[in-house]
């Protein structure tokens, strides 16, 4: 039998106290603070949101912790127990293609509010997770939603205090990624870790300008009541060409909605009132000899029709009933968005042969993790199924975590 490698959320009290010694040993005195944001795990709604879709994303229990003090002058001094040395620049030399190494998502979030016009000045800061890293559970995002609730405090902006305030956030920080640490990522991440609530998903419509009632809608997500848990599995596999291939599905969808004469795809999706898939893929056919903008297309389409129908259920308190539209999702990133890989196909066929009620790959693709919905009197039998299946199969050991939908950046 496989050992099961649990990666265990930790305490508040825990985070706070790693942090606050990393940051007394790494600088002179104490900290002005302490904030931290989650991990997310996307339940349904992949590759949408640069496609003006939907998304329903829950916070994990999972943080990264921040000990934060201001300085008088525009530096930047930063250590991470994740990262080798001490990391430093200006403020005012940071600007898009400027900075290098993950200071970069730091000063990017302090570079994004001063654009803003949100007056910030530098800091020293250190920072210690238990998100995984690179796992498709966003410890960038978490990065950069505990620097900004941080910075948000010890310039007292007050915009954490009301959800339009951290929609604010949401932009500051997603700039930060996309100009700054240069991942052209499309806000998913950044609006869980901020907006989030516990016991709660998030309903996020990216429908451009839409106020922050409308693009964000927690949606009431209990799973305990229902005796069922969602199950993280984090399959450690890494692929090369990650960010090429982000890149070209993007590039896809861009093209399909130029060809279509629309703003997004998200103006196919019938549910949102948009002309529908038949209509769009004859058009499309044409243009596309080899079938794959129509693929693209047809992933993009039914995944945001999936979400609004997976939130419905939710909604309806029908949490159980929602594995089919899982399974439908993975099937929909495996063969149309083509984005799935070995590990996580067989993460999702393992737990759905040993008693999940649905299964999914989570994040962007190509590696990353992977989710199961599961019974928790099952939560042992489908982890050590899917522990013993890549110890058959040759492949590095996954970690396994629990997502109870948890609390946002604070
Ligand atoms: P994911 O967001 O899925 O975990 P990304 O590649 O988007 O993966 O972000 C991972 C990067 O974010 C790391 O390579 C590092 O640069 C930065 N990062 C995240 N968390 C930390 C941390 N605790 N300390 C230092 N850097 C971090
Ligand atoms: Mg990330």
């Known amino acids: 039998m496989t050992t099961i490698n649990w990666l265990e959320a930790w305490t508040a009290e825990d985070g706070a106290r790693r942090v606050d010694e990393l940051f007394t040993r790494s600088f002179d005195g104490s900290p002005e603070g302490v904030w931290s944001a989650p991990g997310r795990v996307n339940l349904i709604g992949e590759h949408t949101d640069y496609n003006a879709g939907l998304c329903l994303p829950t916070a994990l229990p999972h943080r990264t912790y ?30 898009p293609g400027a900075a290098r190494g993950w200071g970069a998502y730091v000063a990017g979030v302090a570079w994004a509010l001063d654009q803003a016009g949100h007056k910030v000045g530098g800091f020293d800061a250190a920072v210690d997770s238990c998100v995984p890293f690179g796992a498709g559970l966003s410890s960038s995002a978490a990065l950069e939603a505990a620097v900004a609730v941080a910075l948000d405090a010890v310039a007292g902006l007050g915009l954490a205090a009301s959800d339009a305030g951290r929609a604010e956030l949401v932009d500051a920080t997603r700039r930060a990624e996309n100009e700054i640490a240069g991942a052209p990522t499309g806000g998913l991440d950044q609006s869980a870790s901020l907006r989030c609530r516990e016991g709660h998903a998030l309903l996020l419509d990216f429908k451009p300008g839409l106020d922050p009632l409308e693009s ?121 968005y083509e984005v799935s890989c070995r590990e996580l196909d067989l993460v999702v066929d393992t737990a759905m042969a040993s008693g999940a009620l649905g299964a999914r790959m989570t994040g962007g693709g190509f590696g990353g993790s992977a989710i199961a919905l599961v019974h928790l009197s099952d939560v042992d039998a489908v982890s050590q199924a899917v522990a013993d299946a890549f110890a058959d199969a040759g492949l590095t050991a996954p970690a396994f975590l629990l997502a109870p939908p948890s609390a946002p950046a604070a």
Request: charged share 30%.
């Open 66 to 95: 921040i000990a934060l003090r201001p300085r008088d002058d525009d530096h930047v001094r930063l250590v991470s127990a994740q990262a080798e040395g001490m990391w430093e620049a200006r403020l005012s030399d940071i600007a």
């Open 216 to 336: 964000g809608v927690p949606v009431p997500f209990d799973l305990a009541t229902a005796g069922l848990t969602l199950l993280v599995v984090d399959t450690k596999a890494e692929h090369d060409h990650v960010s090429g291939e982000y890149g070209a599905r993007r590039a896809s969808c861009e093209q399909a909605a130029e060809l279509l004469g629309l703003d997004s795809l998200r103006d196919i999706a019938p549910t949102l009132g948009g002309m529908g898939i038949e209509r769009a893929l004859a058009e499309l056919e044409a243009h596309d000899p080899d079938g794959v903008l129509r693929r693209r297309v047809r992933h993009v389409v039914s995944e945001i029709d999936r979400t609004a129908r997976f939130a419905d259920l939710v909604r309806e308190g029908r949490a159980a009933d929602v594995g089919p539209f899982m399974l439908a999702s993975h099937a929909s990133l495996r063969d149309d």
